[in-house]
């Protein structure tokens, strides 16, 4: 039984949610079930506070988890990043009230609330820049307005808490984020291959297309090289002798890219298809 612990509430809980079930996991229908088991798939979850996932996985008491990057580094816990899942991606900045700060050596001396104290002691550590960090649980980007501190340190996705609040990032972001899958540092526990396996076929599912189109003979090597598919694409004779069909894989986001040049190079009845599931 693999037992996997997925975030209770929060950014990281709905869509970690939603991505185990597209990989054919059972998963809670009330919030406040704390334990599910799923015995036809050999998996058992755990929901848990996102920030407590790394403690869990690093101590061993659950094999695998969802969590944030940001968490796993800040928690200092023996557990390492098994796959990046593509959502909940974020950035880590510094902000300050409007103007009052344009780099970060001007944090010197300075107090910087956060969240994520290890993550933000650690890279003053590494620019050597000595200041003090205010931990507060969150609502992070209040604390310059209320007087505890000159400047923060938190997640920016769309930046409209820190505009909100009068605030403004300065220095390189101190970090780049998003949902991730762990495991302990050491062995993979038995039974993580095929989750890995599942959720990767739902990443590949989202973040791919099926693209079919018809091709002159004349013209199928220029095509092929638009398209040349994870493996190789597969091309398939027409009836007439003349045209083939071709089939491949593309990223979904470049579909429109692939399908202008596929039509400037001479394709025809171009295709594009969503992929439901995969194994690769
Ligand atoms: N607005 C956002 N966009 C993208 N990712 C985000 C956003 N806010 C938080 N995250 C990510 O979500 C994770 C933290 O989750 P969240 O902030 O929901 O939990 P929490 O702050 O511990 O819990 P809560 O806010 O419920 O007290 C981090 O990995 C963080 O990078
Ligand atoms: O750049 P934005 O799109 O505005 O998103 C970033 C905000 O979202 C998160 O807050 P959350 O809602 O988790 O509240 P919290 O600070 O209490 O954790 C994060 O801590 C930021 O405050
Ligand atoms: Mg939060």
């Known amino acids: 039984m693999l037992r996997i612990a997925v975030p209770n509430k929060g950014s990281l809980s709905e869509p970690a949610s939603t991505l185990l079930a597209e990989a054919g996991y059972r998963q809670r229908r009330d919030p406040k079930e704390l334990v599910l088991l799923d015995e036809a798939n050999g998996v058992e979850f755990f929901f848990i506070r996102p920030r407590d996932v790394a403690v869990y996985v690093g101590a061993g008491t659950v094999d695998v988890g969802i969590t944030g990057r940001d968490l796993l580094i800040d928690s200092g816990a023996e557990a390492i990043e098994h796959r990046a899942l593509g959502?909940?991606?974020?950035?880590?900045?510094?902000?300050?009230?409007?103007?009052?700060?344009?780099?970060?050596?001007?944090?010197?001396?300075?107090?910087?609330?956060?969240?994520?104290?290890?993550?933000?002691?650690?890279?003053?550590?590494?620019?050597?820049?000595?200041?003090?960090?205010?931990?507060?649980?969150?609502?992070?980007?209040?604390?310059?307005?209320?007087?505890?501190?000159?400047a923060i340190a938190d997640v920016v996705e769309t930046g409209s808490t820190l505009r909100a609040a009068g605030l403004t990032v300065f220095g390189e972001p101190l970090m780049l984020s998003e949902a991730v899958l762990i495991r302990r540092t050491g062995e993979e526990p038995e039974g993580l291959n095929i989750l890995d396996r599942r959720i990767q076929g739902v990443?590949?599912?989202?973040?791919?297309?099926?693209?079919?189109?018809?091709?002159?003979?004349?013209?199928?090597?220029?095509?092929?090289?638009?398209?040349?598919?994870?493996?190789?694409?597969?091309?398939?004779?027409?009836?007439?002798?003349?045209?083939?069909?071709?089939?491949?894989?593309?990223?979904?986001d470049d579909r429109n890219k692939v399908m202008d040049s596929l039509y400037d190079a001479g394709a025809r009845a171009i295709l594009v298809t969503p992929i439901l599931a995969c194994r690769l």
């Open 203 to 252: 990443l590949v599912a989202r973040g791919y297309v099926l693209i079919d189109y018809d091709i002159h003979r004349s013209h199928l090597d220029e095509a092929v090289k638009v398209t040349p598919g994870l493996q190789s694409p597969t091309v398939s004779p027409l009836h007439d002798g003349e045209w083939y069909a071709v089939r491949a894989m593309v990223k979904k």
């Open 87 to 150: 959502f909940a991606r974020s950035t880590f900045r510094f902000a300050a009230p409007g103007g009052s700060m344009s780099t970060i050596d001007e944090l010197a001396g300075k107090r910087i609330a956060t969240s994520y104290d290890q993550v933000v002691r650690k890279h003053l550590g590494e620019k050597g820049i000595d200041a003090t960090v205010v931990h507060l649980d969150g609502a992070v980007e209040s604390s310059v307005q209320l007087g505890v501190a000159d």
